[in-house]
């Protein structure tokens, strides 16, 4: 009986240590698997010279990624500024103003946000931003637009990183130690300059690591920036041109991607691409916000 | 003087982030309101009763019951496929690994990493999975891909729930005589049941909504899913062939679909928190 059940500690640690390897391995074997794909492509033209060429051409076989990376940065930097400054505020009214009550009811509020499908909150945007831009805010600027245009897919991916950014700032504010801001609480600072001298600057990493998540998630957002970007390859030249961001090419050419020598690989790569970028600031964030935490605790 | 500017200062700051809380407050319920407002009258008992018929893309009678059956077969699928992978991870972390491990920190910002990886990748690394294995846009395809997509999600708030089992459950545990494996699968599972049901609906909720992550790997078709290996609807998708076509009629049905799947979602994640709170206060602390 008791080496039966030795067995099956050993056994069972056994396998529970495999099934974790397995999992942690899932990130280098995405790597390897859209790399192997990509492959054929990579060896017959120049990684650099495709990241920088305008010229996509699937059926001449030129792949040139520039208009689509700059794109997805126009995208991405219009919904960081949108969306930073007001998370940021928000996260420090819940953290340092609001009661405990205020706080905890409007926490699952927030998580509500995040638990919105992208295809809804791409929905919202055609019905209410894109006229909104169209017949509103474009007009005021003396330009016109369709609407489907960087401007609207920034409003849209913005309300979809406040709440990844808004739950990890939170975090990270209440991680401050309570004493420091009784600290200087007693020294005679109001409220608002502890948050400005004491709280903001203990959380400045974390705050950091929260925005950088909050762009890696705006970075592959797919099928809400799909829905209102406009999607033409072009390198955009102002907040009113339409974009055609990396995630949205991938979606929209799966269908004939068999069909075009390369084009698989070529698509292939663009998710690789993406895949390396969100990969390297997800990693940095998560350093330093768990470095933080070590620290703190 | 020098008082009254940080008056000033403090009164400012203070109104601009009550603003601020107030702005995103609004646009929840602006997002809710439009999908409400736009969906419901669209919605009928045709919509959720009836496969699409000839002619639906033009306008035309039927409805999206393939979608939503499609939706929530490769859902369950995936989900349990990734419970079933996901539990035995999230035991070893904090069962076998103690909180100061640094391995378990390691496995654990992996994971974290793993969550932020955009669901297209996921869709494309699917794919490529699919191409090894010999398998064509299918209910399985599908379901492999959302499974890899909510693993992380799954480990992490399974983890997070049973780091929160008190240390005193494992000592008397153990003091019985009882060995680790004994420990995680009869008491520390029985005792984290609530929070791991929880996170198995948050899971859900999440695989339910994700579109890009199915696109290349389920495929689409009119049809009701009748097997693993045949494409299938899902409902993100629906709602966004619907909407990209050109008849108005049409875009109300996509309308009417956003607000269905909203409401599937906004139910699950209900049921999920109020499970937390129900069941919270049962355990032992």
Known sequence: ?297 | MRWSWRKVEETFFRCLMMAAVVLVMLILLWILLTILVRGVPALDWEMVSRTPRGGFYLGKSGGILNAILGSLFLTLGATLAAFVAGLPVALYLTCFRGDSSRTAAFIRTVLDVLWGIPSIVYGAFGFVLMIWLGLRASLLGGMLAVALLILPIMIRGMDEVIRLVPRELYDSAYALGATKMETAFRVVIRQAAPGILSTVLIALGRGMGDAASVLFTAGYTDALPSSLLEPVATLPLAIFFQLGTPFPEVQERAYASALLLTILILVISGVARWLIRRYARQVVR
């Open chain 1, 1 to 297: 009986m008791l080496r039966w059940r030795q067995w099956q500690e050993r056994i069972g640690r056994h396998l529970l240590q495999g099934i974790t390897l397995g999992c942690v391995l899932l990130a280098g074997l995405m790597i390897l698997g859209l790399l192997l794909k990509s492959w054929p492509l990579l060896q017959e033209q120049n990684l650099w010279s495709m990241l920088v060429s305008r010229d996509w051409r699937p059926h001449r076989g030129e792949f040139g990624y520039f208009p689509f990376l700059a794109g997805t940065l126009w995208v991405t930097g219009g919904a960081m500024l949108l969306a930073v400054p007001l998370a940021l505020l928000t996260a420090t009214y819940l953290s340092e103003y609001a009661s405990h009550r205020v706080c905890t009811l409007f926490k699952p509020l927030i998580d509500l946000l995040a638990g919105i499908p992208s295809v809804v909150y791409g929905v919202w945007g055609v019905l209410t931003i894109v006229p909104l831009v169209k017949n509103e805010v474009a007009p005021w600027f003396g330009r016109f637009t369709s609407g489907y245009c960087i401007l609207s897919a920034s409003l849209v991916l913005a309300v979809m990183t406040l709440p990844v950014i808004i739950h990890v700032s939170l975090e990270v504010m209440q991680a401050v130690p309570r004493e420091l801001r009784e600290s200087a609480l007693s020294l005679g600072a109001t409220r608002w300059q502890t948050v400005k001298k004491v709280v903001l600057r203990k959380a400045l990493p974390g705050l950091l690591a929260a925005n950088v998540l909050g762009f890696a998630r705006a970075f592959g957002e797919t099928m809400a920036v799909i829905m209102v970007a406009g999607n033409v390859a072009r390198v955009p030249g102002s907040i009113f041109d339409p974009a055609y961001p990396l995630p949205a090419l991938i979606a929209n050419n799966y269908g004939e991607m068999m069909s075009v020598p390369r084009y698989d690989a070529a698509l292939m790569l663009a998710a690789l691409l993406l895949l390396g970028v969100v990969l390297g600031f997800s990693v940095l964030s998560r350093l330093v916000l768990q470095r933080l935490q070590r620290r703190w605790r």
